[in-house]
């Protein structure tokens, strides 16, 4: 069965950093593009940054670039998320998923939610002073 977990979150006051972890399972990784994603609460969940399969092309948000750096590992089934100068409309839940439509293509990842499946319970990431 395939599975994701994130790992890393916690509450930093704003300006602080983290690194949020995602650990894949029971599947292929290096198949698949990966998005990291978002939800505040009484918000939509939020597309926050993707890397491609293959070439490992990256996309952002406005609202985090600059600030945030997404990687990945495919030896070890992981993919990360590292935030710097975090802001308190970076609070949420962080999430990682599989673009599952567009397995195994050589596309752009993308940062709409639609495609993505297997996600994981996520991660709180809370930042207030």
């Known amino acids: 069965q395939p599975q994701f977990v994130e790992s890393g979150g916690g509450l930093v006051q704003p300006g602080g950093s983290l690194i949020l972890s995602c650990s894949s399972s029971?599947?292929?990784?290096?198949?698949?593009?990966v998005g990291w994603f978002r939800q505040a609460p009484g918000k939509e969940r939020e597309g926050v940054s993707c890397?491609?399969?293959?070439?490992?092309?990256?996309k952002y948000a406005d609202s985090v670039k600059g600030r945030f750096t997404i990687s990945r590992d495919d030896a070890k089934n992981m993919v990360y998320l590292q935030m710097f100068n975090l802001k308190s409309e970076d609070t949420g839940v962080y999430s990682c998923a599989r673009d599952f439509a567009r397995a195994g293509l050589s596309v752009p990842c993308r940062l709409g939610a639609v495609g993505y499946d297997y996600w994981g319970q996520g991660t709180q990431v809370s930042v207030s002073s």
């Open positions: 890397i491609s399969r293959a070439d490992f092309e990256t």
């Open positions: 029971g599947f292929a990784l290096d198949d698949y593009a």
